[in-house]
């Protein structure tokens, strides 16, 4: 038997039922931080959104730290890192989003026009995709540093935090490389 063998070929699969799991965890997740986006009050404009706010950036990162230690104890390292990412990338987004609904709420001229929770997912969106299709832009000098924080933040959530998930997962599939080559 060669490469194709069935011993061979199952090693390399994943067990039935664990890809669709992640798929729904995965979904689950970001539908609920939707749904709890548009349903959340965001009415208030005091120092304690900014430190509500503050403290979701914490949140965030505190996810980042969990969640790769998940992928290190992962049974499946790279398929744990996509599923984390598909979290984290959510979170990332609803967290600037709440803070443009809240920055366009407290000053109605910030933007090129006043933003609903919708509009500011999708700023929010076109500014992590770095589309910018200028619809919808920064006018006063508070929401220009917002976003520009935003864009930091963005180019340190796709840098840094998927090379901190590459590199978490490279150990799990060298351990069970090696434990395939291992004579039974």
Same mark, same amino acid.
């Given at each position: 038997?060669?490469?194709?063998?069935?011993?061979?070929?199952? =090693?390399?699969?994943?067990?039935?039922?664990?890809?669709?799991?992640?798929?729904?965890?995965?979904?689950?997740?970001?539908?609920?931080?939707?749904?709890?986006?548009?349903?959340?009050?965001?009415?208030?404009?005091?120092?304690?959104?900014?430190?509500?706010?503050?403290?979701?950036?914490? =949140?965030?990162?505190?996810?980042?730290?969990?969640?790769?230690?998940?992928?290190?104890?992962?049974?499946?390292?790279?398929?744990?890192?996509?599923?984390?990412?598909?979290?984290? +990338?959510?979170?990332?987004?609803?967290?600037?989003?709440?803070?443009?609904?809240?920055?366009?709420?407290?000053?109605? =001229?910030?933007?090129?026009?006043?933003?609903?929770?919708?509009?500011?997912?999708?700023?929010?969106?076109?500014?992590?995709?770095?589309?910018?299709?200028?619809?919808?832009?920064?006018?006063?000098?508070?929401?220009?540093?917002?976003?520009?924080?935003?864009?930091?933040?963005?180019?340190?959530?796709?840098?840094?935090?998927?090379?901190?998930?590459?590199?978490? =997962?490279?150990?799990?599939?060298? +351990?069970?490389?090696?434990?395939?080559?291992?004579?039974?």
């Amino acid at each position: 038997m060669g490469p194709t063998d069935r011993g061979e070929t199952s =090693a390399r699969l994943l067990p039935r039922g664990v890809l669709p799991r992640v798929v729904a965890r995965a979904t689950t997740s970001s539908a609920s931080l939707v749904g709890v986006y548009y349903l959340a009050p965001l009415d208030g404009t005091s120092t304690g959104t900014v430190v509500a706010f503050v403290v979701g950036l914490v =949140a965030v990162v505190g996810l980042v730290g969990w969640q790769v230690r998940a992928v290190l104890a992962a049974p499946y390292p790279l398929l744990r890192s996509i599923e984390a990412l598909a979290i984290i +990338m959510p979170s990332s987004v609803v967290l600037w989003s709440v803070a443009a609904v809240v920055l366009s709420r407290y000053d109605p =001229a910030a933007f090129s026009e006043v933003l609903d929770r919708t509009g500011a997912l999708y700023l929010t969106m076109s500014v992590l995709a770095t589309v910018g299709f200028g619809d919808v832009v920064a006018v006063t000098d508070g929401a220009r540093a917002l976003m520009t924080v935003q864009m930091v933040g963005n180019l340190l959530l796709v840098g840094v935090v998927v090379r901190l998930f590459v590199g978490a =997962a490279q150990p799990g599939r060298s +351990m069970r490389d090696d434990e395939r080559r291992e004579p039974r």
